[in-house]
């Protein structure tokens, strides 16, 4: 039993840092050429490309993680939203939820730390793919309406950040103002994981408890109209409520 329960062990490693390289090296094989590709194709072709090649990549590492059997995913609700301009709102709790989101859908759009967007292992394929820099708030409410205009589904995290208190941290104004000029739908997700594994004080050297399981589903759709302070509020109440009630019923 000692022998198996370590064997175990070192097979969960190995699937854990296994994927994160793996996770890495199609970041980066991508993520070079598009820094080049980018500049040579007419900017909807080439952000039309980029957000399909993420969406592939996404799928790949979460196939080859699933096949292992240490990670179940459903993320199936999601495919019913292609192909419709978008704002997708969710909480989150993890940094594996823009992976699990963009694996199903081949037109998303993220808002994205600066930093990230200069990162060279990650940069070159999000700016192919359109993604916001989150470092203006001008520059982020046009170029909004600008991707959901020409057909693309735009994913905002309301909180800001990772999730550290339950169940969500408080929604930051601007994704309101952000969602109003858009003048989309606002379709609200929940993203309900297993394990804080990849949370915001998750060392990336500690195992989870396998297997961890991830489900995304769909809430309410939302209109940003009126004032936009109460709408963030009322938002941000919405979620509470529905992430109440689905603990509980876990629970019960």
Sequence with gaps: MRVWRQLKTLYEYFVLYGGLLLFALLCLAWSLPAGVVRHLLPRRTAERIGQYVIMLAFRIY?????????????????????GEPLIITTNHPALIDVVLIGSRLPRMVCVLKANLLDNPMLGGGASMAGYIRNDSTGNLIRRAATVTREGSQLLIFPEGT?????????????????AKKAGVPIQTAFIEASSPFLGKHWSLWKKPDFPLVYRVRLGERFEATGDVKKFVTDLEEYYRREMREQKLGKQA
């Design 162 to 178: 990772r999730t550290v208190t339950d169940p969500v941290n408080p929604f930051k104004g601007g994704f309101g103002l952000v």
């Design 62 to 82: 979460l196939s080859v993680v699933r096949a292992s059997g240490l990670v179940k995913c459903d993320l199936s609700a999601l495919d019913t939203l292609r």
